[in-house]
C-alpha cells in the first residue's frame, strides 16, 4: 500500500538528496561535454566542405549539414537526463525523451548557423565582429529563447504522468541563458588556446549551469506530483 500511495501519478515518492542532485549536474556537464565536442566535430567538418556557400541552394544545403551537429548532442542528453528522471518518473519513456531531445537540439544548432550562413560578408572584413559584452548579450538572449524552446519541445514527453510541465521549461531558459554564453566566449577565444580544449571548457561550464537550472526544475516539478 504505501509503494502504491508513493507512486501517485507515475511519481516515486523518494527525495535525490544532497549527492542526486550534485550527480545530476555532474552528468548534466558530462554529458553536454561530450555532446558538443561531438557536434562541433561534425560542424567543422562540415563547414570544411563548403566554407563559403554561394548560393540559396548551397547555403540551405549547408544549413541542413550543420543542423545535424544537434542529434549527437541530443541523443547523450536526453538518454542522461532521461535516466536520471526515470529515478523518480519510473514511467517516462525514454525513447521519447530523446527523441524530442535531438529534434529540439537540431533545431538549436540549425538557428545557431543560420547567421554565419546568410549573413552578408558574415566571413568578410566588413561582417559583423560584436564585443565580448555584446556576444554575452546576445548569447544570454538567444540561449533564453532556446531553452524555453529545448523545454517545452521536452516536456511533450512527459503527457501522462501528472507532473508540472512549465518548471522544466522555466529551468531550461534560465540555464541556456547562463550557458550558451560560456559556449560562445570559448568559441571565440580560439587564438588562446586549441579549438578542442576551449570547446571542452566552454561545454563543462555551459553543461553545469544547465544542470544546476534543470536539478531545481526536476525538483519543484516532482515534489508535489
Known amino acids: 500500500m504505501a509503494g502504491t500511495m508513493g507512486a501517485v501519478h507515475g511519481v516515486e515518492a523518494r527525495g535525490a538528496g544532497r549527492g542526486g542532485w550534485i550527480a545530476w549536474i555532474l552528468l548534466t556537464a558530462l554529458a553536454e561535454l ?11 567538418w562540415a563547414d570544411g566542405l563548403l566554407p563559403e556557400p554561394d548560393g540559396l541552394f548551397w547555403q540551405i544545403s ?10 549527437p548532442e541530443g541523443m ?9 528522471m526515470s529515478r523518480r518518473l519510473p514511467d517516462i519513456s525514454i525513447v521519447r525523451w530523446t527523441m524530442a531531445t535531438c529534434v529540439v537540439a537540431t533545431i538549436g544548432w540549425a ?14 572584413a566588413d561582417g559583423f565582429d560584436p564585443t565580448i559584452s555584446q556576444t554575452v548579450v546576445m548569447a544570454a538572449g538567444f540561449g533564453l529563447l532556446v531553452g524555453a524552446l529545448f523545454g517545452g519541445v521536452q516536456t511533450l514527453a512527459l503527457g501522462g504522468l501528472g507532473v508540472k510541465r512549465w518548471p522544466w521549461i522555466v529551468g531550461n531558459a534560465v540555464g541556456w541563458a547562463l550557458g ?7 568559441a571565440s577565444g580560439f587564438a588562446l588556446g586549441p579549438v578542442w580544449a576551449l570547446g571542452a571548457i566552454g561545454g563543462l561550464a555551459a553543461g553545469a549551469l544547465v544542470g544546476a537550472a534543470t536539478a531545481m526544475a526536476f525538483a519543484f516539478m516532482t515534489r508535489r506530483a
Do not use: E, R
Not at 34 to 44: D, E, K, N
Not at 76 to 84: F, I, P, R, S, T
Open 111 to 124: 538557428a545557431g548557423s543560420s547567421f554565419s550562413i546568410f549573413s552578408p560578408n558574415a566571413g568578410g
Open 180 to 186: 550558451l554564453p560560456a559556449i560562445y566566449l570559448a
Open 62 to 71: 549547408m544549413l541542413l549539414m550543420k543542423a545535424l551537429s544537434g542529434i
Open 34 to 44: 561530450i555532446g558538443i565536442l561531438l557536434g562541433a566535430s561534425w560542424w567543422v
Open 76 to 84: 547523450v542528453l536526453g538518454l542522461v537526463q532521461a535516466n536520471m
